[in-house]
């Protein structure tokens, strides 16, 4: 169920850009209906504009799953849905099928002309979200280093999609000629054929095989050709308009009113969100009878209340069968084809058809809204994780991060705001900037803030040394910068409310490389065994004048001659760095320790570090934390120089036995 509510809430993204597209296109549409003139420059503009989405809606879907699914996505999982999209679909074209089987395309069977579904693109979307998730840290031999890491997800991408395009090619036409062959079945069940067809097609929208009902109810599949007759005003009266009627009542009136109560439903604080997706769906459903944007905001969050939804669709649709009413549609049950089919001469009765849809309105309102309360169900707006007496604002400050968005404001003002930084990336302890402009940067103002020192290498690179919570800062830098946060409006109080400025291993308020000792020993000697073979090397010869100058604290330094890097003491890891460069722990005694293993190596994006333990880990002295590749890190043009540095006693004395 959690995976399923996660689904659905990944399709909010290209749901939400559905039904302004649908309105455009219904109201094209009724213009080259009303005028007559297929090449009406207005309706043409209109179709083709609302048309560019809702025909592509599946890719649309591929690509929002693949990025709502995704663990932090940046884009590239993204690229992994489409190139599975484009992967699938093209090896399931008609034209492909006919090249594979050596036959001429109109042979091909009709299951695969409707293979650029939602279903798909679903599919789609959680092949590239779990390659993303997968394989985004590889980390190939060198001569294959090109295609590590991030490069590498389209490419197992690729191969996935092959997979389930040839399982898709001989499962796909078999699973839809047999719905064509049950369709053909219910035909002869009457009104309850018709109640069964609006269930299943409701039902079936999922997985994008509704289609295969309907040519057979809709289409000359088996000679009902229910809405082309319907549409040319011919065929038998009191027959034709049978399985299209009954969409209306659920399609214009029904389906509001499952929004309306899901937005009264939804949380206080979320209320606003939800009415934005909410209300503009259904004014979508009822104005041209698009309901794919209403429907995926629940089908997922609420599968047990989509049932009930082709439920009453079922019902709606033998109920307008036996009355009898007739009505039908060029595009979809909406207003504006009820308007125009409302003079058509095989229209019968379509003045009960609002009748009957102010009756579903409160049905659909009264049993959504009993059911989400009763079962708690997750519809838009009652999310887990909101809650109900906080608003957006204080959930973001009761979420710990304050801290470091205070210091972010105090950063950016220190460094001549947001305009003034070109570029912004982090390593271990550091923020690395490119700034247009350095003089205007105020050291003091960042010392206060909480850096334990600034350097200046030259021609606009900058850089704040903070500590090893420094990526939470970096983070909220680019909230602001992004505007995806509000500055502080009292940066200091709250770094001070927040308990310090500096942060350490363990996100205690002790300056980083300078606040007051938390350890429990009794002396400012600290004994480690040396973490890596090599020969011992002072700090102050360190190449970089953050260990060197001891801004992170001090410590010693070895040039390594092998790539284990082992734990010198017992304790617990408090972190390992993304890219596998660096380590902290908090040994038994209260000492943090930072091992750096080589200079700008975060640079080399994690290639040639294997982390062989993780944040939370138990260890003891000898216990394996890293494999580096001291070869890798010379070729990329890094010193190998590994500096083991005490975070909070600046007054230690390190000693390696």
Known sequence: ????????????????????AAILYGVGYWILTVTGDDSNVAGVFLTTAGNALLENLALLFAIGVSIGMATKSDGTSALAG????????????????????????SRVNPAFEQSENVFVGILCGLIGAWAYDRFKDTKLPDALSFFSGKRSVAIVTAGVSLV???????????VYTGLVAFGEFIL?????????????????????????????????????????????????????????????????????GAALAMFVTAKTNRRKIAAGVLFSSAIASFLVGVTEPLEFSFMFLAPGLYVVHALFTGISMAVTSVLPVRMGFGFSAGLLDLGLGWVNPMAQNPWALPVMGVFWFLVYFLSFRFIIRRFDLKTIGREDGDPEDADDESADSASGDAKYLATATAFLAALGGSANILDLENCATRLRMQVADTSVIDEAALKKAGAAGTMKPGRGSVQVIYGLNVQFVKDAMDDLISGRQKPVADPDAQIAAAGGAGDTADGSSAQAGGGASTATRTTH?????????????????????????????????????????????????????????????????????????????????????????????????????????????????????????????????????
């Open 164 to 174: 389930l395009g040839l399982v898709l090619f001989f499962v796909w036409p078999l």
């Open 1 to 20: 169920m959690q995976f399923l509510q996660r689904l659905g809430r990944s399709l909010m993204l290209p749901v939400a850009v559905l039904p302004v």
């Open 525 to 657: 000697l600290v004994r480690l065994r040396q973490p890596v073979e090599g020969t011992g090397v002072p700090l102050a010869d360190v190449p970089d004048q953050t260990f060197a100058q001891e801004i992170m604290g001090p410590g010693i330094a070895v040039e390594p001659i092998d790539g284990a890097i082992l734990a010198p003491a017992s304790g617990t890891v408090q972190h390992v760095f993304d890219t596998g460069h660096a380590v902290a722990l908090s040994l038994d005694d209260g000492t943090e320790v930072l091992i750096h293993v080589g200079l700008d190596t975060v640079a080399m994006q994690g290639q040639g570090f294997t982390a062989l333990a993780s944040a939370g880990d138990r260890v003891v002295a000898g216990t394996p934390l890293l494999q580096v590749d001291l070869e890798a890190i010379r070729a990329a043009g890094h010193p190998t120089i590994t500096p083991i540095v005490v975070l909070n006693d600046k007054d230690a004395v390190v000693e390696l036995v």
């Open 82 to 105: 489409l190139v599975s999209w484009l992967t699938v679909t093209t090896i399931l074209s008609p034209e492909k099928v006919a090249l594979f089987k050596g036959i001429d395309v």
């Open 188 to 256: 002869t069940l009457g009104p309850v054929g018709v109640g069964i067809y609006g269930f299943l097609n409701r039902l079936l929208i999922p997985f994008g095989l509704h289609h295969a009902l309907n040519s057979v109810f809709w289409f000359d599949v088996a000679g009902i050709n229910d809405l082309n007759n319907f549409m040319g005003g011919q065929g038998t009266y009191g027959e034709t308009g049978q399985y299209m009627a009954g969409f209306f009542p659920i399609m214009m009136f029904g389906l509001p």
